[in-house]
């Protein structure tokens, strides 16, 4: 059996965390739908999941990051993870 790649251990700890901090069951999250527009969270939790990613993954993640195309879903939030883990 492989390990997990990566991404796919960004969005397990991303999918805990969440779980975790939002009272959320993990199979109510859709990969690819905006917590915010699914109900999941509201602004302050893209902050607190902003401050979990920089913990987590020592990222730095600017005001200008906070944006749909970054933030918008799980997968946009792993995808933007790894870009800065590769940049």
Do not use: C, W, Y
Request: glycine share 6%; no cysteine; hydrophobic share 40%.
């Amino acid at each position: 059996m492989e390990s997990p790649s990566r991404s796919d251990q960004i969005r397990d700890r991303l999918l805990d965390f969440i779980v975790r901090n939002f009272v959320v069951d993990r199979a109510d999250i859709d990969l690819d739908k905006s917590l915010v527009d699914e109900g999941i969270i509201d602004s302050f939790g893209l902050i607190e999941i902003s401050a979990h990613l920089q913990q987590t993954h020592g990222i730095v993640v600017e005001d200008h990051d906070m944006k749909r195309e970054n933030f918008g879903s799980v997968t946009r939030i792993v995808a933007f993870v790894e870009g800065k883990l590769t940049s």
